[in-house]
Nanobody, 125 residues
Framework: QVQLVESGGGLVQAGDALRLSCVASGRTSRSGIMGWFRRAPGKEREFVAAISWGGGSTYYSDSVKGRFTISRDNAKNTWYLQMNNLKPEDTAVYYC??????????????????WGQGTQVTVSS
């Protein structure tokens, strides 16, 4: 089993930045995709960003492209989501997720096997 734990959420003002972290432990894989999703109140869970284990491929939703950056540190089994120029519409619970394969779009929640418990990000206007 793989356990994922997010951290770094909080309450910020519009225009501020936050960095989320996700630490993986247990039977971690040296392959696959690590991602971030979010769920805003009353909305479906949506894809935010993803990165391949080697870091050579990254994926972003249109709503965060240019403002958010995903990265990873394999030595620490950790990946990050740097969120700049935050907007009130970024308010959501953010979840990290992982899968050990490279199949699919990497943008669908159903493709991911492991999930963290979520961390709240609130952006005030």
């Amino acid at each position: 089993q793989v356990q994922l734990v997010e951290s770094g959420g909080g309450l910020v003002q519009a225009g501020d930045a936050l960095r989320l972290s996700c630490v993986a432990s247990g039977r971690t894989s040296r392959s696959g995709i690590m991602g971030w999703f979010r769920r805003a109140p009353g909305k479906e869970r949506e894809f935010v960003a993803a990165i391949s284990w080697g870091g050579g491929s990254t994926y972003y939703s249109d709503s965060v492209k240019g403002r958010f950056t995903i990265s990873r540190d394999n030595a620490k089994n950790t990946w990050y989501l740097q969120m700049n120029n935050l907007k009130p519409e970024d308010t959501a619970v953010y979840y990290c997720a992982a899968k050990s394969d490279y199949f699919g779009t990497n943008r669908r929640a159903s493709e991911y096997r492991y999930w963290g418990q979520g961390t709240q990000v609130t952006v005030s206007s």
